[in-house]
């Protein structure tokens, strides 16, 4: 069973949009359900809702479920915890 989506800070999800309308790239620490980490760099294609719980899409790359994310560009998420990848 998918662990519940929690929301991230508004602020997070704004810099996310942000960062997919400009095309900036950007690299992103993730911590996946099953606790292993991530380090993805590329450019945020799309940032989006499905079935109650929201995403981005990395070009040519995967799609990470915001609340997975711990830091972007080295700067820890607010309420996230900041881990190696």
Do not use: N, S
């Amino acid at each position: 069973m998918d662990q519940p989506y929690i929301p991230i800070d508004c602020e997070r999800h704004d810099e996310l949009l942000a960062l997919a309308t400009l095309r900036r790239p950007c690299t992103l620490d993730v911590e996946r359900p099953d606790g292993t980490f991530e380090k993805l760099a590329g450019v945020i294609e799309d940032v989006y809702a499905d079935t109650g719980a929201e995403y981005l899409r990395l070009r040519g790359g995967p799609t990470v479920r915001l609340d997975w994310i711990c830091a972007l560009d080295g700067r820890r998420f607010h309420g996230q915890v900041a881990r190696p990848a």
